[in-house]
């Protein structure tokens, strides 16, 4: 295969090229991106990733310190007495929140623009499997820190399975349910089991994303959004990579820029948003306190369990309907998801990739939108009360409304609409995007003077951070560790844009 | 032959926990649980040890407390004493049992109130929808309050807002709960003031809690962990 001919400009790819050479990398390991894919949404599941590393790095710093005998003592240890615990604490909490939503992010984009179509079903299955682990990562996780709503809304959680059908109810209990050993308490190995379970679902997911990314590499990047039925793959598309000066392969050195922008700005965003507002964590007087109590099982029964709010939908449909029901809603739920390119396959029989060419798959992908917000709202307005079938019945309604007004808005409106006009690209053949906006020469100049200027503040911005980020890391305080925190991430945040501009306006724009 | 066996193993784990729920296991607790509060009950009704729970007086001399907390029939289990009379002056209480002629424990159509004025009854402190504990003990003003409203004896779950009329015999006036809370049936001693507990009306939260040996065989869901409340524990809320 021919996809990285004389690529080799900047270092990495000289490297890279030297590797190929030897062991056979390009292809299969990476492959270069075509010029229309530097595009943000093209790279939102490198913003997933960024957060499963900084969970898997801060993890195994917290773990450290972290004795599944006595968890609650030790969360509080570690935030109080360890150097830079409660800020690895706070990181690793928001990083489990913001890797959640990233994730629910780069789902919804990938549904909106089709990329779930063949032959990429069996990644979207491999992606569905990865949020359903992550979920369950969250879910464990939220139980270690053992205070007093966690542990309530994890066991409580853990209960809803016994209503689960085919035998999933046994298959839960079987992970759970702890022998009692002389001398310990049932609570205290659930814990232990927990943090155990911690690890290998983690592992499971480095599996996952693994084989995630070896059927990206495969695959390639999607191609643009078509409206009528056309190859899904880059490799089909020979003549058109040469000649299309959009879809010009690019040299992976701006891959990897990319990549590494995602990753500062994933990650330096959760530094700084844990350094600011620190995850039950008070601060007073530069003393750092845990601000949850711990578990105690009177205490807990006066105070409604809340999940977090990722898991605040399925909250609701338990407190909506009797938990058979509600299990069934949830397994369903689950079962579209996982099915849904082969639901969009066979049953709505969709031919091109293209929103208005699926007016189904859109219908029912905002039903599940707006009712998975709505729930989620209306579970965290009401704690420990309950909601009865107006819950589910507002989401039939949701999902019904969803279907009449959205599914013939696109199917007889928008399409043909969108069809009129339209021309179709012959296989290979080049279809010049032309620019609206063409700069005159001093506009031009102007415009490159700006993003010198920028380049060159946050080019000093990142140096002066950085230096103050390795002065406060030297001469470390116990209370300035929040504010290290905020330093280091500000500077990630700014090294990331600087990658940016590099990456967005830097070399040639021919 | 193949079919029947193949069969059988595939339903095995659909059948289990329906012979849970019908106490399939119970007779076998008493040698299997060390949580058992009786360990050689002869005289119970299935598998339930006949047990002294409290003296009369113990409920009697709560001020302002009508709910009174002990085990049964494990040490983790909580269910709690309910005197009618000093939760709203109600006397000679009695309900029909939700649970009349459904699982092994027959009999009792009709749940009587015990004490001086036959008053006082007796439910399982463990919600039967996903087995929280019930904050029996925290007297409301309104029934849509986690708590137990003395007005209308409504007992309200704090997690996903199961209501029990307690009055009632336990049955479910709003939420997701399954099935009425479960009542314990309970004897009292005219001549001492003894109150014992002698069986459940019905298994508590325990519906579909896999068990696949007898030895497994706790009824609450093992991974739940139960404390029973101090008494008198009584708050406002």
Redesign the interface.
């Known amino acids: 295969m021919k996809v990285t001919d004389d690529r080799g400009k900047g270092v990495l790819d000289r490297i890279l090229k030297w590797l190929d050479d030897r062991i056979g990398i390009y292809g299969h390991t990476i492959r270069p991106a075509p010029k229309y894919a530097y595009r943000l949404d093209y790279w939102l599941g490198s913003f997933v990733l960024a957060s499963f590393i900084l969970e898997v790095v801060t993890g195994a710093l917290l773990a450290l310190y972290y004795v599944p005998a006595d968890p609650y003592k030790s969360t509080v240890y570690l935030i109080q007495q360890v150097p830079f615990g409660a800020l690895l604490f706070s990181v690793h909490s928001w990083g489990a929140y913001a890797m959640v939503f990233f994730l629910l992010v780069h789902m919804t984009r990938n549904f909106v623009v089709g990329a779930y179509r063949k032959p990429r079903e069996i990644m979207w299955i491999v992606g569905a499997a990865l949020a359903g682990l992550t979920l369950t990562e969250a879910f464990i996780g939220y139980s270690l820190p053992y205070n007093l709503i966690s542990w ?1 809304a994890t ?2 959680g ?3 399975f ?2 689960m059908p085919f ?1 999933l ?2 298959l839960i ?1 079987q992970f ?3 022998p009692t050993l002389p001398g310990l ?3 205290v190995a ?1 814990v232990d089991r927990f943090f155990v379970f911690h690890w290998i679902v983690g592992g499971l997911i480095m599996l996952f994303v693994a084989l995630h990314l070896y059927i990206f590499e495969k695959h390639g990047i999607t191609p643009p959004l078509t409206k009528e039925e056309a190859p899904e793959l880059l490799d089909e598309y020979g003549e058109r990579l040469e000649r299309d000066p959009d879809w010009k392969l690019q040299p992976l050195m701006r891959t990897f820029g990319i990549i590494l922008m995602t990753f500062l700005m994933a990650i330096g965003g959760v530094v700084l948003l844990a350094s600011l507002v620190p995850f039950d964590i008070g601060v007073q007087g530069g003393q750092l306190t845990y601000l949850k109590p711990e578990y ?3 205490l ?6 809340i999940p977090d709010w990722y898991f605040l939908f399925v ?1 609701f449909f ?7 029901d ?1 299990s069934w809603i949830f397994l369903g739920w689950t079962a579209v998801t996982v099915l849904f390119p082969f639901i969009d396959q066979y049953v709505f029989r969709h031919k091109a990739p293209h929103p208005v060419m699926r007016p189904a798959a859109i219908a029912l992908g905002t039903g599940f939108i707006v009712s998975f917000i709505v729930n989620s709202v209306w579970a965290y307005e ?1 704690p ?5 079938p107006i819950g589910v019945e507002v989401d039939a309604v949701i999902f019904a409304v969803s279907f009449l007004t959205l599914f013939p808005l696109l199917k007889f409106v928008l399409q043909p609409r969108a069809l009129k006009g339209y021309e179709p690209i012959v296989g290979g053949g080049v279809k010049v995007r032309k620019l609206n906006f063409m700069p005159g020469m001093s506009q031009f100049r102007i415009m490159n003077r700006v993003l010198q200027l920028s380049f060159l503040g946050l080019l000093s911005a990142v140096v002066y951070l950085t230096l103050q980020s390795t002065l406060v890391l030297i001469f470390h305080f116990p209370s300035w560790q929040l504010y290290s925190g905020a330093l280091i991430g500000t500077d990630m945040l700014a090294a990331g844009t600087l990658i940016g501009l590099l990456v967005f306006f830097g070399g040639d724009r021919r | 032959m193949t079919l029947a066996v193949g069969g059988a193993i595939a339903i095995a784990p659909l059948v289990t926990p329906v012979l849970d729920y019908a106490g399939y296991y119970y007779t076998s607790l008493k040698s299997s649980s060390t949580k058992y509060l009786v360990a050689n009950n002869s005289s119970g009704l299935l598998g339930y040890p006949k047990y002294r729970v409290a003296n009369v007086k113990d409920i009697q001399n709560q001020s302002n407390c009508p709910v009174y907390f002990f085990a049964y029939p494990l040490t983790d289990e909580p269910c709690f004493l309910i005197d009618f009379n000093a939760l709203n002056g109600q006397k000679n209480v009695s309900f029909q049992n939700p649970y009349y002629d459904k699982f092994r424990i027959q009999g009792f159509q009709q749940i009587q109130g015990v004490g001086p004025n036959k008053s006082i009854c007796a439910f399982s402190a463990v919600c039967v929808h996903l087995g929280c504990q019930l904050p029996a003990q925290v007297l409301t003003s309104s029934p849509n309050n986690p708590g137990l409203n003395p007005q209308t004896t409504i007992l309200h779950c704090p997690c996903h807002g199961s209501e029990y009329s307690l009055i009632e015999g336990g049955v479910v006036k709003a939420g997701p709960a399954p099935r009425p809370l479960p009542a314990i049936l309970l004897e009292y001693d005219e001549t001492t003031g003894d109150i014992y507990a002698v069986a459940a009306n019905g298994p508590y939260f325990s519906e579909a809690v896999p068990r696949t040996t007898p030895q497994d065989n706790l009824l609450y869901d093992p991974r739940y962990s139960y404390s029973v409340p101090n008494n008198p524990s009584c708050s406002q809320g």
């Open positions: 309530t066991t409580t853990l209960n809803l016994t209503y035998g109810s046994v209990s759970t349910i702890v308490t049932q609570d659930l105690n099982a009177a807990a029964a006066q105070t409604p369990p909250y338990y407190k909506s309907v009797n938990p058979v509600a009401t420990g009360r309950d909601i009865g």
